[in-house]
Each structure stands twice: as C-alpha cells, then as structure tokens.
C-alpha cells in the first residue's frame, strides 16, 4: 500500500532531476529519490514509534522536494514531475504514519513461541505448540521440577 507511492516517488524524483527545468537542480532529484528508497526500506524494516519517525522523515522530503518545484522560474515537465514526486512522498510518509500498526514487519512473523499469547481454543493451542516443538505428552509436573 505504501510502496507504490514511495517507489514512485523515487522514479518521479529522479527523472525530473535528469531533465532541466529552469534552475541548477544538479543532484537535488537525485538525493531525494535515495530518501523514498530509503523510507520504503525504513517503513518495512522498523516498527512501533520507529515506523512513524520515518513517515515523518519521508513527509518533510516531501515538503522538501516540493519547494523547488513550486519557486522554480519556467516551467517544462521536469517541475511538473518533480512536483508530482514530492506530492507522491507526501501522502506515502502520511499513509506510513497514519497506517504505521497496520504496516507489516520484517521479522515480525519469526517471534518466540513464548512470546505468543494463546488463543484460548486448547485444541488450537495445542497444535501451535506442536509446531513449535512442544511434546503434548510431556506433563506439566515434569516442567515444573
């Protein structure tokens, strides 16, 4: 949901900076470009707070390539889609933030068994624990010696 954007932005961003659109816009598209790169890494790589902090960081590159786009004299398609990248990494930074509980994870799927609550279905819980390597005939008597 939120790679779409960013990678889009990422494209936009470096190909406005390859074209010339009326200012010295040497490396700014390109930089910009490594940040949504960058955020699409972050928003899957971390989670809780963490993920919000890039959405953050992901919305003011947004705001940052915007400023040239919207000041620059002339015109040509390299502002219109520099400006349609930085309103790409606008909304994604937002939709990471907004949506940041929801986001999946790296790694989020490999957590102990330990640290899974059980679902209060015992056949359930059982079979779980089977996949993780847990022995149904072992009692708990001898688990607590």
Not at 91 to 104: D, E, K, N, T
Request: aromatic share 6%; hydrophobic share 50%; net charge negative.
């Amino acid at each position: 949901m939120v790679a779409v954007p960013l990678l889009g932005a990422a494209a936009a961003l470096w190909g406005a900076d390859q074209l010339s659109w009326g200012q010295d816009n040497s490396g700014y598209g390109t930089g910009l470009a490594l940040v949504a790169l960058a955020g699409f890494a972050g928003a899957i790589a971390v989670g809780g707070w963490a993920k919000r902090v890039v959405g953050g960081i992901v919305v003011v590159a947004g705001l940052l390539a915007a400023w040239p786009a919207i000041t620059a004299e002339g015109g040509g398609p390299g502002r219109w889609i520099a400006l349609l990248g930085a309103v790409a990494l606008v909304v994604a930074g937002s939709m990471v933030i907004r949506f940041a509980p929801r986001l999946p994870t790296l790694g989020a799927r490999y957590q102990s068994a330990n640290a899974r609550p059980g679902s209060g279905d015992a056949d359930k819980d059982m079979w779980d624990g089977l996949s993780h390597g847990e022995d149904p005939t072992v009692s708990n008597a001898e688990d607590e010696r």
